[in-house]
């Protein structure tokens, strides 16, 4: 299930199933959208983006969906492992895509039971 | 892919003294450099914007002569924490970017620990 913590809401998921995670944006002009992995000690690490003219795209084991009309980003990972446990950012850029200022969304931190 | 390399991994300092950390772009020239700054269970927080050969521009509330930002190359830019005290302690992360890049990459991220 979902919870807040004090500061990082949590998902929690059994191996094998699948996970979603949500991310609210913040400004309806924003036009590039990424997902972001970060293990604990490390930076972000790319896992998928999208622009605004799309509404779904995938990678391996992983889609992005976009709702632009409640500004609503989501990232599901199919077949959740272990390896996939880690705090997942969303980031929106409002002007220079993938090569402009990136402003953080507040994380998830997924963890995956064996 | 780009390679970006951040050093230190990690540093331990005294009150009052300073750290520099380097972030270096390896097989792209990085025309911008932004700096991060993450606390425990936070997200990343935009401290300064730099361009080659010119100087960064602070976010609100971020002390620009506390946090010297150089970037007199394209393939490297040095955050510098003068007088750094425990409320600095945080997770810095740089992220170069250049033109024709597709992707924004980060660094490794910088663990400062002020005691």
């Known amino acids: 299930g979902e919870s807040v913590g004090l500061h990082l809401p949590t998902l929690s998921v059994q191996e094998g199933d699948n996970s979603i995670i949500n991310c609210a944006y913040s400004n309806s002009a924003s036009d590039y959208f990424i997902w972001y992995k970060q293990e604990s000690g490390k930076g972000p690490q790319f896992i998928i983006d999208?622009?605004?003219?799309?509404d779904k795209r995938q990678g391996q084991r992983v889609t992005v969906l976009l709702n632009k009309t409640v500004k609503h980003l989501s990232l599901q990972i199919a077949a959740t492992q272990p390896g996939d446990s880690a705090v997942y950012f969303c980031a929106e850029s409002l002007y220079g895509g993938s090569q402009g200022n990136l402003i953080f969304g507040k994380g998830t931190k997924l963890s995956v039971k064996p | 892919g780009a390679v970006v390399s951040q050093h230190p991994s990690w540093v331990i300092c005294k009150s009052g003294t300073s750290v520099k950390i380097e972030c270096r772009s390896l097989d792209f020239q990085a025309t911008t450099m932004f700096w991060y700054r993450q606390f425990p269970k936070q997200s990343l927080m935009l401290m300064a914007t730099?361009?080659?050969?010119?100087?960064?521009?602070?976010e609100q509330g971020v002390e620009k002569d506390k946090f010297l930002i150089n970037h007199a190359s394209l393939t490297l830019s040095t955050l510098t924490v003068t007088s750094a005290h425990p409320e600095d302690s945080s997770f810095y992360i740089c992220s170069p970017r250049g033109r024709g890049n597709t992707e924004a990459f980060f660094g490794q991220g910088t663990r400062l620990t002020v005691v």
């Open positions: 730099s361009n080659e050969g010119s100087k960064a521009t602070y």
């Open positions: 999208i622009r605004s003219n799309m």
